[in-house]
């Protein structure tokens, strides 16, 4: 099992080494060879090859079984009682994907009281929404979620089911996928439908240093959780209609092994949470002290931003542990993101890299911030955030 | 007590470069380690001993070399390691990771499992519950704080939410997958280190563990990676010196509102 060499066949052209990605296919006389503990069995050798000289041994995959599985789901997830922005943009490119297909979107909708969104989500491009409304769902419980969305997911065989990478969203997909025996890819950040009606699922690696292309070649449905703010919600349509189903999960409270005591919010009034912000105003060790984070604020206000924060900041405990934008932070994509007195470590770029437009102000003209940020003022944060606050008010004013 | 602590070994992804030449990935030279999210499992588990006696259990499935992940984690204050290693592991997603993690765990005793949240490599945060689901037994993930009941039998986790954090109980066996803020991670001593080494390794293999190789490594894998290739590198774009703030200030609005971003 793995990867076969047919050594005879190879014609030596070389064109492997130049497609491995990584690095583990070496020159051996006039021929090549493998270092295996470097391969992933990505494929990427076997699809240059010529000579058909590599083969990765892969299972076999039943057409017939994967076309009896039809349409988009996306897993719309609440809290209390209003909907994730990520559902939204979920139900908005799960409308896309679903008019390349040719096929339905059908949204899922769980909490308590949240029938009413219903509406919202065939404006914004559902089909049919299936709605499991009970107070068991007020608070989110792996297992009572569980429950309801694998038993609703088995007998009705859609082709591809999304979930926003939220933290509840990165706990309940992969227990589906689990229970399920199903593929899944976490954190795409592009999603589309190939010639061969598969879900492609782009998604970074390696703190971001490589992308990969993921496909679940055997299994169906296709389960992906998206990162939140990548793609755009569209514009409602209120024109639209569709189907509303009630669903009713008869779920038995001893089912639910995990009890929520209490649910404790740090994003204080006035602080919007970074993962779906618009906008973000971060600050670095830059800012020297907490009262200066009082600057960060005003502009933040002024701009209607998440006011976001490195990883010493909340080490410090400046800000709480939700406003860290980084690998062991939040990952964020805004439209606008503002650095102040952040050096820019691999692991803050991992978290924010993929904003829209990226803004630094930071004193050190070396600072590796500003090989990525679209607009960098080599300056004293001191100086420029206040003169920044008077540009924006001034602009505002004239407008 | 009896906790098992999976943990993978992962490289330094700091380090990790792109050659921009053929974008391939150099991971020559570059240091392999315990991933940062299980120490904090780790330590979770040995804390928990410390307060409550058992045994803390590493267990890893990877190549031959990962075996100094088990070895760090020995030197922490594991007592046992479970290494998984065989040819036929290679190329497997975290779905095919779970299960052959399961065959070894079903076989085992155990009160909790501590997962690292995320491994940093592949970043994907799924072989925690899929493991969990896979042994039928309860989780609560991204946990930043971790009480035990005076009887040993059941925990208070605070879990990390988008908005902040809740306060999760439930009843033993759990698995629980740690994030930072847990605890701080112990640096081995020199005796740590020198102990490690005499700790019991067990090496389980494809044949030892006992399962169907449909099952396992990429065979087993639901997902398969059909393409990679270095991300769109993001260049800098205008940079100023801001001699007079005003101005520079006055640039980067006229900047943002030509973009359409404020
Ligand atoms: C496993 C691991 C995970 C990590 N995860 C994260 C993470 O999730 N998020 C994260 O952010 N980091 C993370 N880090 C830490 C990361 O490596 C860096 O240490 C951190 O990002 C640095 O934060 P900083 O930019 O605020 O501070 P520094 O690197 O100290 O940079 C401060 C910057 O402020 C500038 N400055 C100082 N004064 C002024 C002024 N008056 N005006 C303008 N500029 C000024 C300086 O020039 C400097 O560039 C992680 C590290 C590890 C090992
Ligand atoms: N190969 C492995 N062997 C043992 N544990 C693993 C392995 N891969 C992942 N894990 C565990 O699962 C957690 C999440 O990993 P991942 O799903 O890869 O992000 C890690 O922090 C480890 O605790």
Redesign the pocket.
């Known amino acids: 099992m793995g990867l076969i060499y047919d050594r005879d066949a190879c014609t030596g052209c070389m064109l492997c080494i130049k497609a491995c990605s990584f690095g583990a296919i070496e020159r051996d006389g006039d021929k090549v060879k493998f270092d295996l503990d470097k391969c992933v069995l990505c494929g990427s050798c076997e699809a240059v090859c010529p000579a058909d000289a590599i083969l990765i041994e892969r299972k076999m995959i039943d057409k017939e079984l994967i076309a009896q599985y039809k349409d988009v789901w996306v897993f719309c997830e609440t809290v209390d009682r209003r909907l994730r922005s990520v559902a939204l943009e979920l139900v908005t490119k799960g409308r896309e994907l679903a008019d390349k297909l040719g096929e339905n979107l059908v949204a899922v909708l769980i909490g308590h009281e949240v029938t009413s969104l219903a509406e919202t989500l065939i404006h914004y491009g559902a089909d049919k929404v299936i709605v499991a409304d009970d107070k068991i769902f007020r608070d989110y419980t792996t297992d009572a979620y569980t429950i309801t969305l694998a038993s609703l997911i088995a007998p009705a065989k859609p082709a591809v089911v999304l979930f926003g990478a939220t933290n509840n969203g990165r706990d309940l997909a992969p227990r589906i996928a689990a229970r399920l025996g199903l593929g899944l890819t976490a954190d795409c950040t592009g999603l589309d439908i190939d010639e061969e009606r598969q879900l492609i699922q782009t998604r970074p690696a390696f703190g971001g240093n490589i992308m990969a292309e993921i496909i679940s070649p055997y299994t169906r449905p296709q389960m992906a959780t998206v990162r939140p703010n990548v793609f755009k919600p569209g514009e409602p349509d209120t024109s639209r209609t569709g189907e509303i189903e009630k669903f009713d999960a008869k779920i038995n409270p001893v089912q639910v092994r995990t009890r929520v005591l209490d649910r404790v919010s740090e994003v204080t009034e006035g602080m919007k949470s970074v993962e779906e912000a618009d906008v973000i105003v971060s600050s670095?060790?830059?800012i020297?002290d907490p009262s200066n984070l009082d600057l960060s604020r005003r502009l933040a206000e002024l701009l209607d931003a998440a006011v976001g924060g490195?990883?010493?900041?909340v080490d410090l405990g400046w800000l709480p542990p939700t406003q860290?934008?980084?690998?062991?932070?939040r990952t964020v994509c805004p439209r606008l993101y503002i650095a102040?007195?952040?050096?820019?470590?691999?692991?803050?770029l991992?978290?924010m890299s993929s904003s829209d437009i990226i803004v630094a102000?930071?004193?050190?003209p070396e600072?590796p911030?500003f090989e990525i940020a679209d607009f960098g003022i080599v300056?004293?944060?001191?100086e420029v955030v206040p003169a920044l606050i008077e540009e924006i008010k001034r602009l505002k004013a004239e407008r | 007590m009896k906790i098992i602590v999976p943990v993978k070994q992962v490289p330094e992804v700091?380090e990790v470069k792109i050659n921009p030449e053929t974008g391939t990935l150099i991971r020559d030279g570059v240091p392999s380690i315990l991933n940062?999210f299980d120490e904090y499992a780790v330590e979770a588990a040995i804390q928990l001993k410390e307060a409550h006696g058992g045994e803390v259990t590493i267990i890893t499935m990877g190549p031959p070399q990962a075996v100094d992940a088990l070895y760090k984690a020995l030197a922490m204050g594991g007592d046992r390691a479970i290494h998984l290693t065989d040819r036929a592991f290679a190329g497997a997603d975290t779905w095919a990771t779970a299960f052959t993690l399961a065959q070894q765990i079903k076989k085992m005793e155990f009160d909790m499992i501590i997962c690292g949240k995320q491994a940093?490599d592949g970043d994907t945060a799924q072989v925690g519950p899929e493991l969990a689901e896979l042994l039928g037994i309860p989780q609560i993930c991204y946990v930043r704080h971790l009480e035990m009941s005076e009887d040993g039998k059941t925990v208070i986790a605070h879990r990390e939410t988008d908005e902040g954090y809740e306060v999760v109980k439930a009843k033993l066996p759990v698995l629980i997958t740690a994030t930072k803020g847990l605890n701080e991670p112990r640096l081995p001593n020199i005796m740590g280190i020198m102990k490690a080494k005499k700790k019991p390794l067990e090496v389980v293999d494809a044949a030892a563990l006992g399962v169907n190789e449909d099952l396992i490594g990429l065979k087993g894998s639901p997902t398969a990676v059909r393409k990679v290739f270095p991300p769109e590198k993001r260049s800098g774009g205008i940079k100023i010196e801001a001699e007079d703030p005003k101005e520079a200030a006055k640039q980067l609005v006229e900047f943002l509102a030509k973009k359409g971003a404020i």
């Open positions: 670095g060790r830059g020297k490195s990883r010493p900041i860290q934008v980084g690998q062991s932070g102040l007195g952040i050096s820019g470590a691999i692991q803050h991992a978290g102000i930071n004193k050190d600072a911030i300056g004293d944060l001191f | 700091a940062p940093i």
